[in-house]
Structure formats: structure tokens, C-alpha cells
């Protein structure tokens, strides 16, 4: 597959996610002024096409995540917001006519006003698992929906000088963009504005401590994290999880003063001794609480409007600390990256833990 953009190598930036045939990935310029040459092709990766092309005309792009195998969703830094795409449909369409060019997303939803004088530098997201178009025939006896996975946004805000910006990490389930989709009534090219569809979705998190350059930190409706200074002085690992019916048995098992996750928690890791290459049981978490309270981060003088994120969530913490830079997870492991000065996949430790129906 071959195709031309007018971008010079050094300031080529590229993400890509691929569900089935297609594959979305965004094509963005780096350099400073250039945004306009952003977009979102929607290739079909087997036959060597390129399908489509999403852009709207004031644009700097990052991400795209697919919510269902034929809807994206594309983080807009430049206009502070997120765009909710339906890939065109093909079917109809003569080979002569690619790349079919979408100009204007089916919902555009804004982001917390913020301050003169700030601005989004960096602005990616991520979820695991993508969509699928079949039901996989293993014999796994837990596997997480897709549609009830909880998608994790990185954002860095910015003074004017953007070499000191302001991390941040919001949550929000993805089945929360898809019923958007479905429920807004607004023209196409009108902005919703954050306080009408954001606070009772959404958690934000200050990431002033929390590792972002990994990307598979998110599986189903759990995030795992370790604060950034583990390396120097070992941390506990945190692991956050938004699904809401763990929420509410944790809030009723603390109504009725029962052991909260009883049987699931008290589980064990098997951690690999590195001297002995033997597995070393160890009991993995210590502490559990919920949080509901909603966030406050207007304090911080970068919002100018209430961000007021009221998405609860359960969170554990392990009862050992560790001296990772990073936490890696799918539905039943957690992955501890140490990184050597050498390469990025040198030493490393894993642990495991179990998920089930029950969990």
C-alpha cells in the first residue's frame, strides 16, 4: 500500500487501530503551524485501499479509536474537543471514487473551558478491547465487552510556553460516546458543550505522578498505574476499576461492614524470584475505597469552568511495593516494565492475578 502526504519525515507523526478490514490511522504534521495537513485515512489494510479521509477544517489530531467497527472517535486537540466520526459506507461506492472525504463528524463534544493563556499540547487516548465482529471461539471463561471497556484520555495543558504543561487523565466508558451518538439531536456542526454531556460520565485524575507513555494501561473497565517515581523509590500498584456494578456490591458490602470482593482480593500473585526462577506466592492487595466525590480540579487556576467529574470507581492497592517505571495489563495480568538504559524491553517482572464472572 502507497500513498503520498506532504509532511517531511522528521515531523510525521502516525497512531493506528485496526478492527477487521479496516484499519484507522492518523496522519498528523508536528510542526508548528501545519495542523492543517492533520487527518484520519480509513484504510481497508487487506485489499491495499485507502477508503476514506475524516478531517474538519480547523483541526490537531492524535488519536482514533474505534467505538464500533464502523464509528471513530478522534481526540481534537486544536479545538479542544472530541469527534465522533461514521466511517462512510463503501458498498455502494465505485473503486474510481477513494478515498471518500468526510468533512464534518456526527457529534462534537467539548472539553472543560480552560484559561487564556493555556492550551492542549497533547491530546491521545487509548481502550483495549477494540471491537470485533465475531464472537472469538476460544474457551476463555472471562473476556471483557468492548462496549463496557473504559477508555483513558491523556492530556497535557499547556501555558503558551508548552514546556511546562499540565497532565491530566480522564475516563470515560465507551458505550458513553456510542449513546451520545445516538441521542443527540444537534446539527452536525454544533459543539456540545462539556457541562451538558461530561461530569456525569467522566473522572479526571492529575497526572503529575503517573507514568503516560505506556499505552496498554486499560483492559475492560480497569486501569492499572504506578506512581513515576517507583524507580528511585519503590511504589504500590493501583488499580482502578469503573465497572459499575463492582462499584455498587463494594458500597453495599461496606453498608452491611462485610469484607469487600471476598474471595477475589484475597487472592495471590505469582511473582517469578529472578534468582531462583521459582514462582513465590504473595498476597497481591491491601487496601480498597471508592471514589465518588466529584473532581475539583478548577482549583488548579487551568480550567475556567467546573470539570466536576462524578464517574465512580472502585481502586486497590497492592500490598508490596515495586520499583517498575510502568504497568502493563490485559484481563488476567498485570505486567511490571523495568527499563534499562540499553534498550526498552531489558530487565522486566511480571505478576499475575484471576478474573472471573464474579469479579
Known amino acids: 500500500m502507497q500513498f503520498k502526504q506532504h509532511i517531511l519525515t522528521d515531523n510525521l507523526g502516525v497512531g493506528i487501530e485496526i478492527v477487521g478490514d479496516l484499519a484507522a490511522l492518523v496522519i498528523r504534521d508536528v510542526s508548528f503551524g501545519h495542523h492543517s495537513r492533520d487527518k484520519v485515512l480509513i484504510l481497508d489494510w487487506k485489499c491495499g485501499v485507502v477508503r476514506a479521509e475524516l478531517y474538519t477544517e480547523s483541526r490537531r489530531y492524535q488519536s482514533a479509536i474505534f467505538l464500533t467497527p464502523d464509528v471513530v472517535l478522534v481526540t481534537n486537540a486544536h479545538e479542544r474537543c472530541l469527534e465522533i466520526w461514521r466511517i462512510p459506507s463503501f458498498s455502494d461506492a465505485s473503486p474510481a471514487s477513494f478515498p471518500l472525504v468526510e468533512r464534518t463528524p456526527e457529534v462534537t463534544l467539548g472539553l472543560p473551558a480552560i484559561h487564556a493563556g493555556f492550551m492542549i499540547s497533547e491530546f491521545a487516548c487509548r481502550c483495549a478491547p477494540n471491537p470485533i465482529l465475531s464472537t472469538p471461539d476460544d474457551q476463555r471463561p472471562f473476556r471483557s465487552s468492548p462496549e463496557e471497556s473504559i477508555m483513558v484520555f491523556h492530556l497535557n495543558i499547556a501555558p503558551i510556553d508548552p514546556r511546562i504543561p499540565v497532565p491530566f487523565i480522564f475516563f470515560a466508558h465507551r458505550r458513553t460516546f456510542l449513546n451520545l451518538l445516538l441521542l443527540s439531536e444537534r446539527p452536525k456542526t454544533a459543539m456540545m458543550p462539556w457541562a451538558n454531556w461530561g461530569p456525569p460520565v467522566t473522572r479526571w485524575l492529575h497526572a503529575r505522578a503517573i507514568p503516560t507513555e505506556w499505552i496498554t494501561t486499560t483492559s475492560g473497565s480497569r486501569y492499572a498505574f504506578i506512581s513515576s517515581h517507583a524507580p528511585a523509590l519503590p511504589q504500590q500498584v493501583v488499580l482502578f476499576d469503573f465497572n459499575q ?75 508490596q511495593v515495586y520499583d517498575f517505571h510502568g504497568i502493563l495489563m490485559d484481563d488476567e495480568r498485570l505486567l511490571g516494565i523495568k527499563k534499562s538504559r540499553s534498550c526498552w524491553g531489558g530487565e522486566h517482572r511480571s505478576f499475575t492475578f484471576w478474573v472471573n464472572e464474579h469479579f
Open 245 to 319: 456494578n463492582h462499584v455498587r456490591k463494594v458500597a453495599m458490602d461496606k453498608r452491611r461492614s462485610d469484607p469487600p470482593y471476598r474471595g477475589v482480593f484475597g487472592q495471590f500473585l505469582e511473582e517469578v524470584e529472578a534468582t531462583t526462577n521459582t514462582l513465590k506466592p504473595q498476597k497481591l492487595w491491601q487496601r480498597i475505597w471508592i471514589e465518588d466525590k466529584p473532581d475539583t480540579y478548577e482549583q488548579l487556576k487551568v480550567f475556567k469552568e467546573e470539570v466536576g467529574g462524578r464517574l465512580p470507581y472502585v481502586a486497590v492497592k497492592s500490598k
